[in-house]
Every structure is written in C-alpha cells, then in structure tokens.
C-alpha cells in the first residue's frame, strides 16, 4: 500500500480515497486508529521529509526539536481534521504542517524583538535566508528594482526554498497566476543578469 501511495501508478483520486479511509481509521477509537496513524504518517513521509528539511535550512531549530514537531502537528493534525473541508488530504496536511511551523517561528521572532526593545533593523532575519537583516535588506532591494511586485515571488521560491504553491498561498495568488508571474520574473531576472558585463 505504502508503495502504491508513494510511486504507485494509481490515480490522486484513488490515492486520495485510500488516504481519507486511513483518517476515519486514525480518528476512530481503540488499536486500530493508532495503526491508521502511523500507516498515514509512513505514507505522507516524504512530504514531511521535505518539511523537514526546509525547516532546518530555515533554522526554525534544531533538527530534533524539528522532527519532534513535525510528528507532532502531522498528529494533531490527523486526528483533527475535517474531512467534509477537505479535497486533497495529503496536500492539505503538508502544507497546513509547514505553514503552522512558519507562523509559530514568526510569532516567536516577533515576540523576541518586541521583548529586546531593540530597533528590528539592528537585529538578525528570522532566519528563513540565512543571510542576515542587512544582506536580506540588500538583496530584497536589488531584487525589487528588477522585478517589481514579484520579487517576493522570486525570493521566496528561488531563495527560501517554497514551492510556487506554498508562495502563492501566502501573496494570496492562485497556482496559476504564480507560476506564471514566477516565470516572466525568472525571464527578466536572466536577461538582466545576461546584461552585466
């Protein structure tokens, strides 16, 4: 089954069904639901190994405070949802997971900075670049003269490591009109660099 889910060549909606039935399974009572979660929690794997990873390289902490929190928000996060809300489960979960991790850094920085007194300008980035407030100041700016309104598109997918999904969520864009903004940024950013001397 797991290879099904994760290589097999069963449609997204069959996989989509085996994943719904393993949630009712997960969210029911007894030994059965704590079987159903670790079936659901080996399938969605790989999606929460690319969570993983991106929550390191964005130093939201330590790789094991990570992977604890992964697998403890993946849990919750079974258990809790509502499959009348829901379409896709494992895109809807993934990106739930990596999108309370961002908050919950966000909210922490936040609370640190307001906590230090210190001017936000004097104190480093939340660390999703891993270049500093100046150096991100820097390249935000460079990258806004080229692009315009896009280059947090660009930053985000091509700096931080979204996907054009998860970017789009955040601007508020749809998928479509991301990738596409996404790819007529790329366009000028090349022909720009292709410029210089």
Request: charged share 25%.
């Amino acid at each position: 089954m797991l290879d099904a889910l994760h290589r097999g060549a069963a449609n997204p909606d069959q996989k989509n069904i085996v994943l719904t039935t393993l949630i009712e399974a997960a969210q029911s009572d007894g030994p059965p639901a704590d079987c159903a979660l670790t079936v659901l929690l080996l399938a969605l794997w790989p999606g929460l190994d690319a969570i993983r990873r991106r929550s390191i390289w964005r130093r939201i902490g330590s790789p094991e405070e990570v992977a604890s929190e992964i697998l403890a928000r993946a849990t919750e996060a079974i258990r809790s949802l509502d499959l009348q809300n829901v379409n896709w489960i494992a895109a809807t979960l993934l990106r739930n997971i990596e999108r309370d991790m961002i908050r919950a850094r966000q909210r922490d920085t936040a609370r640190e900075r307001f906590a230090s007194g210190a001017d936000p300008d004097e104190v480093a980035d939340t660390g999703d670049s891993g270049i500093g407030a100046a150096g991100y100041a820097r390249l935000n700016g460079a990258v806004r003269k080229l692009l315009g309104d896009d280059a947090l598109l660009v930053i985000r997918v091509a700096i931080e490591g979204f996907s054009q999904t998860e970017a789009a969520v955040e601007l508020g864009l749809t998928e479509a009109a991301a990738r596409k903004r996404y790819q007529r940024a790329m366009r000028r950013l090349s022909d720009a660099l292709q410029e210089i001397p």
